[in-house]
Structures are given as C-alpha cells and as structure tokens.
C-alpha cells in the first residue's frame, strides 16, 4: 500500500488543523499506521497510530490529549486531527504502515508550521 500525506500548512500557535494519509494501491485492512514528524534538528518521531480495525490508537507523550487519530476505511484515509498547537509541533508530518518494529517506504510528508 502507498500512502500519501497531505493537509500541512501555517497555523497560529493554539491553532488546529487536519492531516489527511490517502492510501493506493491497497487499503488498510490488517495494517497499523502510524504518524511521525521529523524536524532537522531532530530524528524521526513517532507521533500516533491506529488499527485498520479502529478501537486501538496509540500516542506521543508530547501529543496526548492534544492529537487524535482515527481511520476511515470506507474513504481508505486516516486522519490526524491536531488542535492547541505548539511551535514545536513545527515539522514535517508523515504518515506511514508500522508492522512490528518496522516501518514501510517513506512517502512524501506534509510541512506544519506553527507560528507563536
């Protein structure tokens, strides 16, 4: 399955806004996806994932409470839904399959930037 960020822009500090990961070519059912972030000073993070199956999401400490995931497999897209943003929420989000500790081919992510 090849999957595609998109939804990244300018945002004020506080702000919200909705990451949207399109998958082809398969769709997700018995895959987990996940969202990372990587910023040039920093490694690849992980972000959030969820099941195909929904029901089972997973966190950042740094994004609880403030990030939610969630999957809609009628549409083969999973969302992030990113509210009281911070400047260091200011990275480079993608969306990717995770299969254990594995991760499959980066895509191209989207850029968020928060501006304080």
């Known amino acids: 399955v090849q999957l595609q960020a998109s939804g990244g822009g300018l945002v004020q500090a506080g702000g919200s806004l909705r990451l949207s990961c399109a998958a082809s070519?398969?769709?997700?059912?018995?895959?987990?996806i996940g969202w990372f972030r990587q910023t040039p000073k920093k490694e690849r993070e992980f972000v959030a994932g969820?099941?195909?199956?929904?029901?089972?999401?997973y966190y950042a400490d740094s994004v609880k409470g403030r990030f939610t995931i969630s999957i809609d497999n009628a549409r083969n897209v999973v969302y992030l839904q990113m509210n009281s943003l911070k400047p260091e929420d200011t990275a480079i989000y993608y969306c990717?399959?995770?299969?254990?500790?594995?991760?499959?081919?980066w895509g191209q992510g989207t850029l968020v930037t928060v501006s304080s």
């Open positions: 070519g398969d769709t997700f059912r018995g895959y987990t």
């Open positions: 990717n399959t995770i299969t254990g500790m594995s991760v499959g081919s």
């Open positions: 969820t099941k195909w199956s929904a029901g089972t999401t």
